[in-house]
């Protein structure tokens, strides 16, 4: 179907520790974007990579898109705590209907 | 600007009711959408907008309908509510802008629905 498969579903992290994010597609993607939802919020737009192998950074975190615009990733550099939250990914089909992934909810331990 | 605004934040229905969630938009979006979303399943979409007097469906349509008379509003409706459909609906709306396209989603607080 048009699903993003998300995993890892769960990460603990020590505070201070890196964290990764995987967004894969069994078809080509026009385009990713990304989302953070803090527990008890609602989703929030980070990003959105369009161009094959395409990297941008905010401050620690650093997103990717696959050559074959088939997956992408969310790395976050020595996590916060303020990083706690559930990190969405989410493409666009036809007509501009966006689908999310599941999501990974990350869990920091201070 | 108030962004996308839901009423009710929470509500409570018996099997069978009826109701109508409302979201509003003053971004004079054009795209708006209505998810649900239930623990490890991610935010599945429902039904969603183009623009003033269309509707589409989404992913999970089937127990739903939605109405879009005016621009800045977007109505979701439960004819008859299940237990099934206990979950958090949030309304979202989008625009296109910049080449490439970019249609970054703004989200409302959320409605926290329960059917008992």
């Known amino acids: 179907g048009q699903q993003v498969m998300q995993i890892p579903q769960y990460q603990h992290v020590q505070e201070g520790e890196d964290f990764t994010t995987y967004c894969n597609s069994s078809?080509?993607?026009?385009?990713i974007q990304w989302y953070k939802q803090r527990p008890g919020g609602h989703p929030v737009f980070l990003i959105q990579l369009v161009k094959s192998g395409e990297v941008k950074k905010q401050k620690r975190l650093t997103f990717q898109f696959g050559e074959a615009k088939k997956n992408s990733s969310l790395h976050i550099t020595a996590t916060q705590t303020t990083d706690v939250g559930t990190y969405f990914c989410?493409?666009?089909?036809?007509?501009?209907?966006?689908?999310f992934g599941a999501g990974t909810r990350l869990f920091v331990k201070a | 600007n108030a962004g996308v605004t839901q009423t009710p934040k929470f509500r409570v229905l018996k099997t069978g009711q009826s109701m109508t969630l409302l979201c509003a938009q003053d971004m004079n979006h054009e795209y708006m959408y209505w998810y649900r979303q239930d623990p490890g399943m991610g935010l599945r979409l429902i039904h969603y907008?183009?623009?003033?007097?269309?509707?589409a469906k989404g992913e999970v349509p089937d127990g739903y309908n939605v109405s879009r008379l005016k621009k800045q509003n977007f109505l979701l409706g439960l004819e008859s509510a299940a237990p099934s459909q206990t979950s958090v609906y949030f309304c979202?709306?989008?625009?296109?802008?910049?080449?490439?396209?970019?249609?970054?989603?703004?989200f409302g607080q959320g409605t926290r629905l329960t059917v008992v």
């Open positions: 979202a709306s989008s625009y296109i802008r910049g080449t490439p396209a970019n249609t970054e989603a703004f």
């Open positions: 078809t080509t993607l026009s385009n």
């Open positions: 989410a493409r666009n089909t036809g007509g501009f209907k966006t689908i």
């Open positions: 907008s183009v623009g003033e007097g269309t509707t």
